[in-house]
């Protein structure tokens, strides 16, 4: 993976798709610029997630666009996915990589400068500081970095970084100017009237 | 696995563990007799459930007691458990095996008798037929296959048959005599004052 494939990373939200397809929010949002997509879900069985990766998974394919699973690495082994984002209280680190092999994508979450500390010492390809500002999508995260603390965590850490929580039009170019790699989006284009030029118009500010 | 290990099957269920630790709830039910253990875990983290994992994996390791995990194969094989058990809306079997290997128990729950004959092209490791009879435990279950469907289920499959729903002394050995190899219980065990003893009892039915 390069760093450029985090500049737009579209993180799947069913419930904020308003009812339209996945399959569909997905590839309107790759069309518009969408360089990495993370498929995240906390309530489907396996067997529907596993389908649902691989329906994602034939939907990016022509694309060459990476799909990361959430938490699961036996989907992602079951769809054979471009890798997994972890969080914190996910699969550890180590034991996903040995699942998963050295060629596959590990990302993990950061919510505050001690895990971007700790992260230095893990073979991780990228870190997502959670969340930048607070957020509707997720209502269970830790206190907000700020741009401050994105820029020290940027500043810090030896990996590749994305930005999440509350990134859109509004605060992905002061994001961006924090010295990061990219921005992760959900509602942003999960829950926008039309996805693909939303994608296009965050596209344009990264 | 031989059939003889699915003599009595623990399936464990924390909110019925009365708040004990579930080791303790494994490590009595084995003295008692159980013979192979499941933890089925709904609600835990991703890391919590390989904790959990690993603790019962050392607890049982003494025993020589296989430990299964229930539909996570990626906690399956963080832990390096004996194997996972599956149900029609966990991970395909054929997925499971290739991600498991030739080695690991594979159980599946079969809920009518076209599920048996389905079973009957497959290298399962053993079925569970479920429910047996209607049970608290599990509220999202199809109907009960009852005594005479059970006796059909043993007649028809190739496979090691363990019967799960309603087990108790009370019923156990009714379901022995219908041709199975073992019962499964959840809240004979995890929910007796005394579960070694209530192990103890329900092995000496079978």
Chains 1, 2 share one sequence.
């Not at 498929?39 to 997630?49: H, P, Y």
Request: aromatic share 4%; with cysteine.
């Amino acid at each position: 993976m390069t760093p450029e494939q985090l500049r737009l990373y579209l993180v799947t939200d069913r419930p904020l798709s308003l009812g339209r397809g996945l399959e569909w929010i997905v590839e309107e949002a790759v069309k518009g610029g969408a360089t990495i997509v993370q498929l995240r879900e906390k309530s489907l069985d396996t067997r529907e997630f596993i389908e649902l990766g691989l329906s994602l998974k034939r939907t990016l394919a022509p694309y060459g666009v990476p799909l990361i699973i959430n938490d699961r690495v036996d989907v992602a082994l079951a769809v054979d996915a471009d890798g997994v984002h972890i969080g914190q209280s996910d699969m550890p680190y180590d034991i996903a990589r040995r699942l998963l092999g050295p060629d596959k994508i590990i990302g993990l979450s950061v919510e505050n400068l001690e895990e971007v500390e700790e992260a230095n010492s893990l073979d991780v390809d990228y870190i997502a500081v959670s969340p930048v500002f607070g957020t509707p999508t997720k209502t269970d995260t830790a206190p907000p970095f700020g741009l401050d603390g994105l820029r020290k965590a940027a500043s810090m850490t030896r990996h590749p970084v994305v930005a999440i929580g509350g990134m859109n039009r509004t605060t992905a170019a002061g994001a961006m100017a924090c010295g990061i790699d990219g921005i992760a989006v959900v509602s942003a284009i999960c829950g926008a009237p039309e996805p693909q030029e939303a994608a296009r118009e965050l596209r344009s500010l990264l």
